[in-house]
């Protein structure tokens, strides 16, 4: 999809959990996979929370704020995360909280976006992060998003997410993934601050280059329309060979391209280089693949 048009706004459905306290700082930089110590007031930053063996547990944004730190991700996920830090909790003083109806969440993207930005209120908390084309913006609740604003499709969202390589947790990453997986530990995680659950296996997974599999952008070859779409969760087939090589994990079609586009991740062997590759569907059209990054 092109986003040459001079502003376009999404409404995403997300949930938003504040966390508080005493210690809340020193606690979320100690099992978090990004440096929360070093963030400043108003910053946004990617992170994780991870398991041991370096699975994602969550995916979220965290977001700097005078007095607490807003932890972003997926509709339905504060309760989630909320249980999930709890059990890191000893004695540290951290309160944690469900703010996601206090809150609403746009998606601008276009040449004119900070244009629009503007027009939000002082209130509204904006996030400009460099490894994305777009930049989000949370605003009060009871804030009117600006006059004449018409909000996008749901459908061209999720265009732009996927010809932009943007994995959503719960849909592309689960607990099953590895963060070095989805390559997104440059952007989720620190390099300097030290230990924190899983670091040891990231270090360890980027000083041997040893990945059993890894995301990928698809292409289909030919035009192809959008009622046989491969289902999510579709096999991945070595085009020569027929052997199960990876998983669909989305999907949709591009009318800008005439063709379907997807996201999905590849054994280890098939990632390193663009392949042609076949998605197990009812016409087995074949597909390109390329980095996500």
Not at 186 to 208: L, N, R
Not at 254 to 281: A, D, H, N, Y
Request: charged share 25%; glycine share 6%; proline share 3%.
């Amino acid at each position: 999809m092109s986003t040459d048009r001079e502003v376009i706004v999404f409404g995403l459905p997300f949930s938003i959990l504040s966390v508080t306290g005493q210690d809340h700082i020193s606690f979320l930089h100690s099992i978090l996979s990004q440096d929360i110590a070093g963030m400043q007031t108003g910053e946004w930053r990617e992170t994780t929370l991870l398991s041991a063996t370096s699975h994602i547990m969550a995916l979220m944004t965290a977001i700097k704020t005078k007095n607490s730190i807003l932890l972003l991700s997926g509709a339905g996920q504060a309760e989630l995360i909320s249980k999930k830090l709890a059990r890191f909790i000893i004695t540290e003083d951290v309160q944690t909280q469900d703010i996601t109806t206090e809150w609403q969440l746009l998606e601008v993207w276009g040449p004119q976006r900070e244009s629009f930005l503007k027009q939000l209120s002082p209130a509204a908390q904006i996030g400009r992060q460099k490894h994305l084309k777009c930049v989000r913006a949370l605003l009060p609740a009871s804030e009117k998003i600006p006059a004449e604003t018409a909000l996008g499709l749901e459908s061209a969202r999720e265009m732009l997410r996927i010809e932009n390589g943007m994995l959503a947790y719960g849909k592309d990453i689960n607990e099953t993934i590895m963060l070095s997986e989805t390559r997104l530990e440059k952007i989720a995680a620190s390099e300097t601050k030290g230990c924190y659950p899983g670091q040891e296996v990231v270090a360890k997974i980027e000083t041997y280059k040893r990945l059993n599999r890894c995301f990928v952008k698809l292409i289909w070859d030919s035009a192809s329309d959008k009622i046989n779409l491969p289902v999510e969760g579709s096999a991945i087939l070595d085009i020569e060979s027929g052997d199960e090589i990876g998983c669909l994990t989305s999907r949709t079609y591009s009318p800008f391209l005439k063709k379907i586009i997807g996201l999905g991740w590849l054994k280890r062997g098939f990632f390193e280089q663009p392949i042609k590759v076949t998605v197990k569907s009812e016409t087995n059209i074949t597909a390109e693949t390329s980095a996500l990054a």
